[in-house]
């Protein structure tokens, strides 16, 4: 049965109606035309569908919209303005470090799996600032509740990205 959700998606209040069990990565690419998030394996076990729940990644695949009433979402839509928002110089419409460390490093091949992996990487460092390769990578496969896959094998390209980001993020530099 459907009920009143209302959350805050990227920095906009939203409301919809739709049954509490729906998955949340239904409600964003189904009913808010967000597209970011992608359906990989829909059991938590690849990290396609990663979005940021109050400022921690989330599997939207198996977390029900209900769960998250409320709270706010980030996906990779709201990267930029999550970005801009806690830097006073910065441009609307800038990327976030990470979205232009993953273009300056050439991560992705078939990109499907790439928001899910800039998310992961957000979630980082925004626990860890200045992490280590060995930090990268063991924080992108032992994280619960399951590592992120890339079936285009893009790792080595994912953990560069992510330590150019911290650089550039420690600067306060966009860019
Ligand atoms: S689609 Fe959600 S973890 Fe794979
Ligand atoms: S870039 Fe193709 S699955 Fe990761």
Redo the contacts with the bound molecule.
């Keep these: 049965m459907a009920t009143k959700l209302a959350f805050t998606v990227n920095g906009a209040p939203r409301a919809i109606a739709a049954p509490p069990q729906t998955p949340l ?1 239904y409600v964003l690419r189904n009913e808010l035309n967000l597209t970011g998030p ?13 979005v940021l729940v109050d400022g921690h990644e989330v ?4 977390t029900p919209a209900g769960s998250v009433n409320g709270k706010h979402i980030t996906t990779i839509e709201g990267l930029p303005a999550l970005w801009a928002a806690g830097q006073p110089s910065a441009q609307t419409g800038t990327l976030h470090p990470v979205q232009q460390a993953w273009i300056d490093e050439q991560v992705p091949q078939c990109g499907y799996c790439q928001s ?1 992996m800039m998310i992961a990487a957000v979630d980082l460092l925004s626990k860890n600032p200045n992490p280590t390769a060995a930090q990268v990578k063991d924080a992108f496969t032992n994280t619960p509740p ?1 590592p992120h896959l890339c079936r285009c094998g893009t790792y080595a390209a994912i953990v560069d990205a992510v330590l150019l980001a911290a650089r550039t993020m420690s600067t306060g530099k966009a860019g």
């Excluded at 992608?38 to 990663?50: L, N």
């Excluded at 599997?59 to 198996?62: E, F, I, L, T, W």
């Design positions: 990565l992608r359906f990989g394996c829909g059991v938590a076990q690849c990290g396609a569908c990663a599997r939207s695949c198996v899910g399951s």
